[in-house]
């Protein structure tokens, strides 16, 4: 923790709205983007996965974000772009709804008769372990979980005990929210730096400080949507926004994919065509202006 106080201590420049973890409020059903991107000058050699931490973001993002620099050696007085601002993926009334695309995690929620919603990155499942998308509920949670080893896991390294206890050593974090399919959950980690990216067996892994932020909010039976969307389209302020996450599809599809989700919002017309195609090409994952 020391680590990432003196990194931002380091930084020339801190937003206000460096708290990307925090509420944002939902003024309307028409609310699309929240939170705001900023730029910062390095004054000190740290790394992009040191700063994803920092400023609550994921690996991919802030790389994505970043494409000119060198993740490790970004240099001082490197200008970097701090991916804190997003399109909603779709507006609920409560509830999670987890976009793999993004790596990112939204949850809906309302105090008295005001709506906010809150976002976290995410690790998801690697290549053959893919997290399952659909709609589902949280059915069991618990702080402090043991961590009964896979099969798959002790077959890759037969030295791993049958079960992990509470403490540095455990995969599941200090937190775990059962979902209502098989084994699968949203739980923290031991390895934070793997957040941001596609590398556990299949669960949702949140950064330590998020998991247990979000633990308490969560119910039993808070409604856990997955799904995965590169593609997401909105309007801020009379202006047709898009953000583009990097995707397996050929950028052909990206681009249908893109005409159809502005139909279906009605927003096709007011788009600039140059726009669209170079915000696919570029996938930074940033929301950016193709309005004409």
């Not at 809150?118 to 997290?131: E, H, S």
């Not at 590398?199 to 119910?219: A, F, H, T």
């Not at 397996?248 to 139909?263: F, G, R, S, T």
């Amino acid at each position: 923790m020391y680590k990432f106080v003196i990194i931002l201590l380091c930084l020339l420049y801190v937003p206000s709205n460096i708290a990307a973890s925090g509420a944002f409020p939902i003024e309307n059903d028409h609310t699309s983007l929240i939170g705001k991107s900023s730029t910062l000058i390095l004054k000190n050699d740290v790394t992009l996965i040191e700063l994803a931490r920092a400023y609550d973001t994921g690996y991919n993002e802030i790389v994505d974000a970043n494409k000119a620099i060198d993740p490790w050696v970004p240099g001082k007085g490197a200008r970097v772009v701090l991916p804190i601002s997003w399109l909603l993926p779709e507006m609920i009334d409560k509830g999670i709804i987890i976009n793999l695309a993004e790596l990112r995690l939204y949850y809906f929620f309302s105090i008295q008769e005001s709506r906010y919603v809150k976002t976290y990155p995410l690790g998801i499942g690697r290549q053959g372990f893919n997290t399952p998308t659909g709609t589902y509920k949280i059915s069991y949670m618990t702080k402090d979980p043991v961590w009964k080893t896979p099969e798959v896991s002790r077959k890759e390294n037969p030295e791993l005990p049958l079960y992990v206890p509470p403490g540095p050593e455990n995969p599941l974090g200090g937190f775990w929210m059962q979902l209502s399919i098989g084994t699968y959950g949203i739980h923290g980690t031991n390895k934070p730096y793997g957040i941001g990216r596609s590398v556990s067996q299949g669960c949702i892994r949140l950064y330590p400080e998020d998991i247990k932020d979000l633990y308490s909010y969560v119910r039993l039976g808070t409604i856990v949507k997955v799904i995965n969307e590169p593609v997401k389209v909105g309007k801020h302020n009379n202006s047709v926004y898009i953000e583009v996450h990097r995707a397996e599809q050929p950028d052909a599809e990206i681009v249908q994919l893109a005409i159809n989700n502005l139909n279906r919002k009605h927003l096709l017309k007011n788009v600039d065509t140059v726009l669209l195609i170079r915000a696919i090409k570029s996938a930074t994952g940033l929301p950016v202006i193709i309005s004409r």
